[in-house]
C-alpha cells in the first residue's frame, strides 16, 4: 500500500514537473513577441468584397501573431470615412488614397476642417484612373470632348471623383464648365456605371483600378471601351503640385484592343495612422509590413506586386509621415 502511495505521488510530481516546463516554453515563445501599448488595433478598410479588405484581413493576422495579447480587427469604411475616424480616435490605422490625405491635412474637398491627428506610414500601391468610352463612341477623344457628356464619376466622396476635379482643373475646367456645357455628372459603384456604360446610359466612366477595373473587364466582352488620354504636360503639373497625384500610364493590354500605354493619372493607397501612436510601435507596425512582402504576395498577390519601398513615399510628403515610420525609412535608406 505504502509503495503504491509513494508511486502515485512520484506520478503526480513528473506530470506537475512536465507542465511547468511547457509552462517556460509558452513564456519563451511569448517573450519573442513585440510589446504593445494598447491591447487593441483596429484598421480601416473599404467594404467587404473591395480590393482592400483582403489586405487588412491579412494585416490583422500578421500583427496579432507578431504582438502579445494583440486584439486586431478591421472596419469597413472607405478613404474619407477612415481618415475621419482616425481623427476622433474610433481607429488607430487605416487605408486610403493619398490623395484624401493631403486634401485631409489642409481641410480640402471632403473634409470641413484639416485633420490633426492623421500621420503617414507610406505608400502600397498605385490605382490608375481610367476615363472610359465605349468604341463606337468616337466623337469622345479628348478632355475636351466630355464637357457636354453624361459623365459618370465613381462613388461620391471618394478618392476618385476629388482627384478627377484636381486634373480637370489643369485643363481650366470645373463643375460649372461641365453644366455649361449642358454635360452632367452623377455618382456611384463601378458595377452600376459600368452596366450604364454598356446601354449608353451614360458617355464616359470614371473608375480605378491596380491597374484593370474588373466592371470594365466584364463589359469589353459585349462592348469594347477606349480610354481617353490626359495630356502628359497636365500631368507633370499635377504631380508637381504634390496633391498625392502622380503621373503614369495604363499598360497596353489592360484592355482588349488597346495596346499602347495610355498616359493618365495615378493615386496611390496608402498606409495612414493616428499621429499620436507610440513612435517605437509605430516603427515596428512599419518594420513588420515591410518585411513580410512574401506573406502578403501570397494572401493578396494581384495587390503585394507593387508593394515596394522604391515606392513607399510617392504622393506623400516625407514631413506627414509618423516619427516611427520616418524612423524605419531612415534605416532602410529610403530617407536621408
Same mark, same amino acid.
Request: hydrophobic share 35%; proline share 5%; net charge negative.
Given at each position: 500500500?505504502?509503495?503504491?502511495?509513494?508511486?502515485?505521488?512520484?506520478?503526480?510530481?513528473?506530470?506537475?514537473?512536465?507542465?511547468?516546463?511547457?509552462?517556460?516554453?509558452?513564456? #519563451?515563445?511569448?517573450?519573442?513577441?513585440?510589446?504593445?501599448?494598447?491591447?487593441?488595433?483596429?484598421?480601416?478598410?473599404?467594404?467587404?468584397?473591395?480590393?482592400?479588405?483582403?489586405?487588412?484581413?491579412?494585416?490583422?493576422?500578421?500583427?496579432?501573431?507578431?504582438?502579445?495579447?494583440?486584439?486586431?480587427?478591421?472596419? *469597413?469604411?472607405?478613404? %474619407?470615412?477612415?481618415?475621419?475616424?482616425?481623427?476622433?480616435?474610433?481607429?488607430?490605422?487605416? =487605408?486610403?488614397?493619398?490623395?484624401?490625405?493631403?486634401?485631409?491635412?489642409?481641410?480640402?474637398?471632403?473634409?470641413?476642417?484639416?485633420?490633426?491627428?492623421?500621420?503617414?506610414?507610406?505608400?502600397?500601391?498605385?490605382?490608375?484612373?481610367?476615363?472610359?468610352?465605349?468604341?463606337?463612341?468616337?466623337?469622345?477623344?479628348?478632355?475636351?470632348?466630355?464637357?457636354?457628356?453624361?459623365?459618370?464619376?465613381?462613388?461620391?466622396?471618394?478618392?476618385?471623383?476629388?482627384?478627377?476635379?484636381?486634373?480637370?482643373? +489643369?485643363?481650366?475646367?470645373?463643375?460649372?464648365?461641365?453644366?455649361?456645357?449642358?454635360?452632367?455628372?452623377?455618382?456611384?459603384?463601378?458595377?452600376?456605371?459600368?452596366?450604364?456604360?454598356?446601354?449608353?446610359?451614360?458617355?464616359?466612366?470614371?473608375?480605378?483600378?491596380?491597374?484593370?477595373?474588373?466592371?470594365?473587364?466584364?463589359?469589353?466582352?459585349?462592348?469594347?471601351?477606349?480610354?481617353?488620354?490626359?495630356?502628359?504636360?497636365? =500631368? *507633370?503639373?499635377?504631380?508637381?503640385?504634390?496633391?498625392?497625384?502622380?503621373?503614369?500610364?495604363?499598360? #497596353?493590354?489592360?484592355?482588349?484592343?488597346?495596346?499602347?500605354?495610355?498616359?493618365?493619372?495615378?493615386?496611390? %493607397?496608402?498606409? %495612414?495612422?493616428?499621429?499620436?501612436?507610440?513612435? +517605437?510601435?509605430?516603427?515596428?507596425?512599419?518594420?513588420?509590413?515591410?518585411?513580410? =512582402?512574401?506573406?502578403?504576395?501570397?494572401?493578396?498577390? *494581384?495587390?503585394?506586386?507593387?508593394?515596394?519601398?522604391?515606392?513607399?513615399?510617392?504622393?506623400?510628403?516625407?514631413?506627414?509621415?509618423?516619427?516611427?515610420?520616418?524612423?524605419?525609412? +531612415? *534605416?532602410?535608406?529610403?530617407?536621408?
Amino acid at each position: 500500500m505504502m509503495k503504491k502511495m509513494v508511486w502515485n505521488i512520484l506520478i503526480i510530481l513528473f506530470l506537475l514537473l512536465l507542465a511547468a516546463c511547457g509552462g517556460n516554453e509558452s513564456s #519563451g515563445d511569448s517573450g519573442d513577441k513585440l510589446d504593445a501599448p494598447d491591447k487593441f488595433l483596429t484598421i480601416g478598410s473599404g467594404p467587404m468584397g473591395s480590393g482592400w479588405f483582403p489586405i487588412t484581413t491579412a494585416m490583422t493576422d500578421l500583427y496579432a501573431g507578431e504582438f502579445n495579447n494583440l486584439n486586431a480587427t478591421q472596419q *469597413e469604411g472607405g478613404s %474619407t470615412a477612415n481618415l475621419n475616424s482616425l481623427e476622433v480616435g474610433d481607429i488607430q490605422m487605416a =487605408l486610403n488614397y493619398t490623395t484624401d490625405f493631403n486634401a485631409a491635412l489642409e481641410g480640402g474637398p471632403g473634409f470641413d476642417k484639416p485633420l490633426e491627428e492623421i500621420a503617414a506610414i507610406g505608400t502600397l500601391y498605385p490605382v490608375y484612373q481610367t476615363l472610359a468610352t465605349t468604341r463606337n463612341n468616337d466623337s469622345i477623344n479628348r478632355i475636351e470632348d466630355i464637357l457636354d457628356k453624361h459623365i459618370f464619376l465613381g462613388p461620391q466622396g471618394g478618392g476618385g471623383p476629388v482627384a478627377f476635379w484636381q486634373m480637370m482643373e +489643369e485643363y481650366g475646367y470645373d463643375e460649372k464648365s461641365v453644366e455649361e456645357a449642358g454635360g452632367k455628372t452623377s455618382y456611384g459603384n463601378y458595377s452600376d456605371g459600368a452596366s450604364m456604360l454598356k446601354d449608353n446610359n451614360v458617355d464616359v466612366l470614371l473608375a480605378g483600378g491596380a491597374p484593370y477595373v474588373p466592371a470594365l473587364q466584364e463589359m469589353e466582352v459585349t462592348n469594347p471601351i477606349n480610354v481617353i488620354e490626359i495630356d502628359g504636360d497636365m =500631368l *507633370e503639373s499635377l504631380e508637381a503640385q504634390g496633391r498625392g497625384i502622380t503621373a503614369g500610364a495604363l499598360p #497596353g493590354g489592360t484592355y482588349d484592343g488597346i495596346d499602347e500605354d495610355i498616359p493618365t493619372y495615378v493615386i496611390e %493607397t496608402m498606409l %495612414t495612422v493616428r499621429a499620436d501612436l507610440d513612435d +517605437e510601435y509605430v516603427y515596428h507596425l512599419t518594420k513588420i509590413f515591410w518585411e513580410n =512582402l512574401e506573406y502578403f504576395e501570397q494572401q493578396v498577390p *494581384e495587390r503585394a506586386k507593387d508593394f515596394s519601398l522604391d515606392t513607399a513615399l510617392n504622393g506623400i510628403d516625407p514631413e506627414d509621415l509618423h516619427p516611427g515610420a520616418r524612423k524605419y525609412y +531612415e *534605416e532602410m535608406d529610403v530617407l536621408e
